[in-house]
């Protein structure tokens, strides 16, 4: 994860913990990519606490180079070989994804695995409330969204030759398990909620198992919209993409709806029908509408386990700023953000053990 989307807000000088070596790259890249001419020039992406990524300009066209960063890693993070994989695969559905053309899994290229894939020239915008766009647009960006992960979430994983991506049963169990480890080996403070639902949430699973392509962490930040159509052309940052249940993955989309602007630029709170955005419920009618379903069991359960994950991933994220490896010096302003979410997610499990 997360925020890797922010590579795309502008580019920088390559930071230097995250130089390389450009000619070795280039002499690389012009025996694996057809037609690539030099000479290159490399720049940063701003932004991005995972995976850092870089802009690579030649006299042609542009790219984008997508590497794990340097340093102590956890286990199973920073899988850009995963991402691509995904991505190529992908390139055969209706599902907007950019163009791949390389994996390097040679370390001494650049010093760390990196893949490079299509620059697209589009907006990416942050809050979901989309100022400064039309009703009109703000219709077409989230109309748009809903059908890409609809479309996602329907592709044939086995027909693309991802049936090995991930284990096809128990995804909750799996991730609820992997989050939890991953929240201990970061973990720098002790936060109530956050024990209460490691506790809590492997015991109550919904029943019933489905799997899809998941994408793990489709957020609005995470697309590329069309500059003309304001419609999704790309989906980005996919490390988190595996086999899974497809209700997990929407719903994590759908904590836009739960969540306040400051605490993880969400829309709770804001008037939905004056902006023309959808509610919660007309955006998860939308969804069941492309998907065939009469509706979703056990939102309030989906809804705790996606607030738990994202407290871990973000927590995930202060322990490398601990540890020296986040490639974003703001990175450390998530931490504030982790025990509020926390308790957001153990409030939405009372609700269930309540019965309210």
Sequence with gaps: MSDDSA???????????????????????????????????VSQFKGGQSNPSYMLETPDRRYVLRRKPPGKLLPSAHAVDREYRVLTALAKTDV????????????????????VMDFLNGDIEWDPSLPGYSKANRVAVFDSMNAAMAALHQVDYKAVGLESFGKPTDYLARQISRWTKQ?????????????????????????????????????????????TSHRVMGILDWELATLGHPIADFSYH???????????????????????????????????????RDGIEHWDFYAAYNMFRLAAILQGIVGRVKDGTASNKNAADVAVRVKPLALRGWEQAEKIIKGV
């Design 183 to 227: 929240y201990r080996a970061s973990e720098t403070e002790s936060i109530e909620a956050m024990d209460n639902l490691m506790a809590w949430l492997p015991d109550n699973i919904p029943p019933g198992d489905e799997t899809a392509i998941v994408h793990g962490d489709y957020r609005l930040d995470n697309t590329v919209l069309d500059k």
């Design 254 to 292: 759908c904590m836009t709806w739960r969540l306040e602007p400051e605490l993880f630029r969400g829309l709770n709170g804001l008037d939905l029908r004056a902006l023309g955005i959808p509610t919660e419920e007309q955006y998860v009618q939308a969804y069941c509408e492309r998907t065939g």
């Design 96 to 115: 907007p994804v950019p163009k791949t053309y390389c994996l390097c899994e040679d370390e001494s290229v650049i010093g760390t695995m990196f893949y």
């Design 7 to 41: 590579q795309f807000s502008g580019t920088m000088e390559v930071r230097e913990r995250h130089k390389f070596d450009v000619a070795a790259l280039e002499s690389y890249l012009k025996k694996n990519i057809v037609g690539f001419t030099g000479p290159l020039k």
